[in-house]
């Protein structure tokens, strides 16, 4: 059964209709000009920050550094709140799925990963996916909106409120629901915002941006002074089958993709992650193994290998554990450092490509389009 939201988020759902403006997501910049409009001094904007950031206040009593009337004041206009969380699916493996519930009645899904060394936290950057590979549930559903960057660091916020993540162990995968690179300056802006020193902290080698291939978008990335680790969803090695699994494939080819990440400025010891969701029959075979080590040639490369995540809306088949680790030992003789990516979460649909905002892991499918037949 779902964890009901009291047990995990430790306050109620507020069912805010006050029309208040939501703070969370503000830049520095943002709070400096409502300083000013407040006729307050500039520096009572970084009192604001670091109280919203840094000290991850909910309440604004809790802004001691700011006089009463002022509290007052910003408490009558501005929330501080961050996504409303429906449900947390919490796995045998450790790993939470959490289901929140946004602005217009969309619902987006984070996923906590626990490991070892580190606490990973997967999230979201739009409400369904445009890019629709053939793959991914969360492409079957309609592409509603963009996240604004504080529905995502606001993502980041609550389940650091849920789970306490020591930074030293926080690492940060923009690998959930949508396609950041499509969703370019309100991911830049939540980018800002995670990594800044005077707020949330979080090391910019915390994090990793994962993309299917927009080949302008990663052009425009590789020009900032603020770049996450970069992932690329290569996912086949002709043309032909990456058509098939990733439309977008049509016009940004494997060649015009990888002679992005050949331009890609990379710090020293710095590498790509290129992800290889392995299909039956399709991408699995000796000679794409091969192909792959060609394609990589030069590349400052590791590959994860994800066997498919399978779900009655991707009619599609994983491999055989044989196949996946035949695939591995091919790259890793060709000296491709290559590692498979185990499922996390997968009995409660909170695996890669299983984010569809689903009630549980069977349950509410109805806003999904009929089931396709199977290839
Ligand atoms: N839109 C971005 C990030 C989200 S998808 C992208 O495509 O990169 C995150 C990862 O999940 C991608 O590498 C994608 O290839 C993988 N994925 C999608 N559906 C999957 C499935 N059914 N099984 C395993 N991995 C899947
Ligand atoms: Fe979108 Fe990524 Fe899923 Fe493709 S794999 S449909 S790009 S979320």
């Known amino acids: 059964m779902p964890v009901p939201i009291s047990e995990w988020y430790g306050f109620e759902v507020k069912a805010e209709t006050s029309g208040k403006e939501d703070l969370v997501g503000a830049s520095l910049g943002d709070l400096e000009a409502l300083a000013s409009e407040l006729g307050e001094p500039r520096f009572r904007a970084r009192q604001i920050y670091a109280g919203l950031y840094r000290r991850r206040l909910r309440e604004w009593e809790g802004f001691a550094d700011l006089a009463k009337p002022l509290r007052e004041k910003l408490s009558s206009r501005f929330l501080l709140a961050y996504p409303d969380a429906v449900h947390v699916f919490q796995s045998s493996d450790g790993t939470r799925r959490y289901l929140f519930e946004i602005n217009g009645g969309h619902r987006i899904e984070s996923v906590f990963i626990p490991e070892e060394k580190r606490d990973t936290f997967c999230i979201s950057t739009q ?72 707020g949330m902290s979080i090391s910019t080698r915390r994090i990793t941006l994962s993309t299917s291939g927009i080949v302008p978008g990663l052009e425009r990335l590789a020009q900032e002074d603020l770049i996450p680790n970069l992932a690329i969803s290569l996912n086949a090695t002709t043309d032909a089958v990456r058509d098939v699994l990733i439309p977008i494939n049509r016009k940004w080819n494997i060649a015009t993709l990888l002679e992005a990440c050949r331009r890609f400025p990379l710090e020293p010891r710095r590498h790509i992650t290129f992800e290889y969701v392995l299909i039956k029959g399709l991408n699995d075979t000796p000679e794409d193994a091969l192909r792959l080590v060609r394609l990589l040639k030069g590349l400052k490369k ?74």
Not at 167 to 178: P, Q, S
Not at 333 to 360: N, Q
């Open 127 to 198: 409400v369904g996916c445009a890019v629709e590979c053939l793959f991914c549930v969360t492409g079957k559903l309609p592409m509603r909106r963009n996240l604004s960057a504080g529905e995502i660091v606001g993502q980041v916020l609550a389940l650091q409120a849920d789970r306490q993540t020591e930074l030293k162990r926080l690492n940060i995968v923009i690998m959930g629901m949508g396609e950041p690179l499509l969703n370019y300056d309100n991911v830049m802006k939540a980018l800002r915002l995670m990594t800044d020193p005077l």
């Open 302 to 375: 590791k590959v994860n290998l994800i066997p498919l995540n399978a779900d009655p809306w991707v009619p599609l088949e994983t491999p055989g554990e044989e196949r996946v680790l035949a695939f591995q030992k091919i790259l890793v003789e060709h000296h491709l450092t290559a590692y498979i990516r185990r499922p996390r979460g997968d009995d409660v649909s909170a695996a890669c490509g299983l984010l569809a905002g689903r009630d549980y892991p069977q349950g509410d499918t109805s806003h999904l389009p009929p089931k396709p037949a199977r290839l």
